[in-house]
Nanobody, 125 residues
Framework: QMQPVASGGGSAQAGGSLRLSCEGSEFTLPRFCWGWFRQAPGKERDQVATINKDGATHYADSVQGRFTISKDDARKSVFLQMTNLDPEDTAMYYC???????????????????WGAGTQVTVSS
């Protein structure tokens, strides 16, 4: 496909876990950055986690210690392990990939990344 595709969303109770997967686009160029973003109704899209080419990760304060981002370069895939879920985590989750940012910071991913359809995560109390 031409865009990354997120999957693995669903419903969970507070304190539960979900694992999201993202199949990258068909392009074989190296990914400098992968990232997960989420957007709840009426809110802006927020960055959840990023991982760069070397495996360095960054997390939003709200998910630090609960979510883990990882990648598999051979399979052109990125994952988000979500634990201790909270109703505030309810959102549509999107993954993005970047082929050009060589800084290693992944700060431009939100604006310059390649995006696809998201997967819904719903966490109930």
């Amino acid at each position: 496909q031409m865009q990354p595709v997120a999957s693995g969303g669903g419903s969970a109770q507070a304190g539960g876990s979900l694992r999201l997967s993202c199949e990258g686009s068909e392009f074989t160029l190296p990914r400098f950055c992968w990232g997960w973003f989420r957007q709840a109704p009426g809110k802006e899209r927020d960055q959840v986690a990023t991982i760069n080419k070397d495996g360095a990760t960054h997390y939003a304060d709200s998910v630090q210690g609960r979510f883990t981002i990882s990648k598999d370069d051979a399979r052109k895939s990125v994952f988000l392990q979500m634990t201790n879920l909270d109703p505030e985590d309810t959102a549509m989750y999107y993954c993005a990939e970047d082929f050009a940012d060589q800084s290693g910071s992944c700060t431009a991913l939100a604006e310059d990344g390649t995006w696809g359809a998201g997967t819904q995560v719903t966490v109930s109390s």
